[in-house]
């Protein structure tokens, strides 16, 4: 296949520009205007083109996009221009920004100037700032030849950033990239206007009587402890951070705290409401992303799918553009999802794999009991609770399968009695501590294997200071640890940037705006969600083959499907699902999918 690499230069000015608009937005704007771009095919002297009669869609009819690989900086930007604007829709979609994020880490600057400096590949240049308020007829001929040498340097650095980090690439985490760069680029989903035009009123109105009622108590929003206890309240554990000046433990309360700004996506509308009036924003997620839906709704009906690829370090998938979809309501109000609608003729297929995580720890872990339980399609929650409880499963209560079930899903990572206590009641069960102190012996009594596995985690901590490699678990195809951190089936390396050790033993790694605490349990958590991610990456591939998988969210796959064939392909993306990738040989793996002509029907 040629390899494309491509860059655009396009209009802005001050306030028409990517740092005031989405990527959406811009590109779909009346004021969009391509100046020029630049291509480069495989290693070949690259091309520039003004944006004259029509050199550029002459040049481009004259590429086999089908047996091309586009390559961009920022592929979600110069794909979709590509594709909304042209009407090209290439191959394969490389994009070098998110290559880069999954190798240099998510820390680092991941911009064509950073990181074409850190691998001293050459210098960007500086004539897009001349450019500023430049229509395409405002350009004298120098001037414009100036911005193409400025466009095929970009084009160049582009060029030499994706042969650099292709290495650390196979074929099929390639393909990752590319089919979440399509979710944007060649979107397929629809969105209901009506419902969210009656949806965003509704939001509107309640937001305001809940902010007024947290305005009311002025002295609980200034007071960090208020505060606190008042989300503690409301369910919800408050949020806690290592501070870089004094580092000892402190309230994440700040704008600048993701664990904060996450609130604000929180199910509780009061949670929702409480937050955005402590941190002085005018309006609550659900509807900002209510009005972002309906404006896109306006423009154009079709919902591109905005998703940042190596989001996390673990490799999970994040919100972009402004629009969080890893992150929609999934309890309370479903309208935001019910929005999102099949094109006529065709369905959504929402799979979502089932317990993966659990799974995964007892599979890594080596607890072959457990392992069987899930390979056997016992019902899990209920064996749990049933030594919890000291009854048979039969005699088992509703109440007492959902201790069972929060303590597989949520105490495999090392989760002390106190906060296991908090867990429950944040879902209106609430236990002793004496109580909570005794589950969690007995979780932990019972499948001994797993805390074992959180002291392996503890020794390779030691061992990654001292560049040391170390085992990790019962498959060391899955996971090892080398040198430079924790080596994953998909060519990917988990790591700890800057990790470091203080007197009392703790480890702490550079995060994005702060130091990180890190220890045996939460090692295995980023590991079974690295893996997790691996599998559901690699399931996705096969499906994409046959099937257009139109958005990802955490360990499901949503697929849009022509109505004719929909349960025939429910069937082969459950199959799919329920099959392991090579490395994870012995790992039971399961399902469940919904059909719906919108997205909330089926998930």
């Known amino acids: ?6 860059d655009f230069e396009t209009f802005y000015s001050k306030q028409f520009s990517l740092s005031k608009l989405t990527t959406e937005e811009y590109i779909r704007s009346d004021e969009f205007e391509t100046i020029g771009v630049a291509t480069k095919i495989n290693n070949h002297t690259a091309q520039w083109f003004p944006n004259y009669a029509n050199d550029i869609e002459t040049h481009f009819a004259g590429i086999d996009w089908d047996k091309s690989i586009l390559v961009a900086h920022n592929a979600m930007f110069d794909g979709a221009i590509l594709s909304w604007r042209y009407g090209v829709k290439p191959k394969i979609i490389a994009d070098t920004m998110s290559m880069a994020r999954a190798v240099d880490g998510v820390t680092v600057r991941h911009s064509l100037k950073a990181c074409s400096e850190r691998y001293n590949l050459g210098a960007k240049g500086t004539e897009v700032l001349n450019a500023l308020g430049k229509r395409l007829k405002d350009f004298s001929l120098y001037e414009l030849n100036e911005y193409g040498k400025y466009c095929l340097n970009d084009v160049d650095l582009t060029f030499r950033l ?28 629809e969105l209901d206007s ?46 806690t951070k290592i501070s870089p000046r004094t580092g000892k433990e402190t309230f994440a309360f700040s704008k600048s705290d993701k664990a904060m700004t996450d609130l604000l996506e929180h199910p509780n509308s009061a949670v929702q409401a409480l937050v955005a009036a402590r941190m002085g924003v005018k309006s609550t997620l659900e509807e900002t992303r209510t009005l972002r ?18 989001a996390a370090h673990t490799g999970r998938w994040g919100g972009s553009d402004k629009l969080n979809m890893q992150n ?20 959504i297929i929402d799979a979502d794999s089932s317990q993966i995580e659990a799974r995964t720890l007892a599979w890594l872990s080596g607890q072959t009991d457990l392992v069987d339980a899930f390979a056997n399609n016992e019902d899990v929650y209920k064996i ?3 030594q919890i409880y000291n009854k048979p499963e039969e005699d088992i209560t509703k109440d007492e399968r959902f201790v069972g079930k929060s303590v597989i899903l949520g105490s495999g990572y090392g989760m002390g009695h106190k906060r296991f206590k908090d867990q429950l009641s944040e879902f209106n069960v609430d236990i002793d501590i004496e109580e909570a102190k005794n589950i969690i012996h007995i979780y932990r009594d019972s499948y001994p294997c797993i805390p074992a596995l959180w002291k392996e985690a503890q020794r390779c901590l030691d061992a990654l200071m001292r560049k040391q490699s170390c085992a990790l678990g019962k498959h060391p195809k899955a996971i090892h640890l080398g040198e430079n951190g924790f080596y994953l089936p998909n060519g990917m390396t988990l790591n700890y940037p800057d990790l470091q050790i203080d007197q009392e033993g703790q480890y702490t790694y550079a995060s994005r705006n702060s130091r990180t605490k890190i220890y045996g349990g939460k090692v295995i958590e980023n590991v079974c969600q690295a893996l997790a991610r691996c599998i559901i990456s690699w399931q996705m591939v096969q499906i994409a083959k046959y099937f257009k998988v139109a958005l990802t969210v955490h360990d499901s796959l949503v697929c849009v499907i022509e109505e004719d064939e929909v349960y025939d392909a429910q069937e082969f993306i459950e199959s799919i699902m329920r099959t392991s990738p090579k490395w994870a040989k012995g790992l039971p793996l399961d399902c469940e999918s919904g059909v719906g002509k919108n997205y909330g029907a089926c998930s």
């Open 194 to 239: 009506p419902l969210l035009e009656q949806h965003l009123d509704s939001v509107i109105t309640e937001k305001e009587k809940l902010m007024e009622a947290a305005k009311a108590c002025s002295e609980v929003l200034q007071s960090n402890p208020k505060f606190a206890e008042c989300l503690k309240s409301l369910g919800v554990t408050p949020p």
């Open 1 to 6: 296949m040629d390899v494309i690499t491509l």
């Open 384 to 386: 749990m609770a049933s």
């Open 162 to 189: 994706f042969c650099t980090y292709a290495k650390h690439f196979n074929v099929e985490e390639l393909e990752v990239i590319s089919n979440t760069m399509k979710m944007f680029t060649e979107p397929v989903l």
């Open 293 to 310: 839906l309906l404006n896109i709704a306006k423009r154009a009906g079709v919902l591109p799918v905005p998703l940042r690829y190596y």
């Open 328 to 347: 929609l309501p999934s309890r309370g109000s479903n309208t935001i999802k019910q929005s999102i609608v099949a094109p006529d003729g065709y369905m």
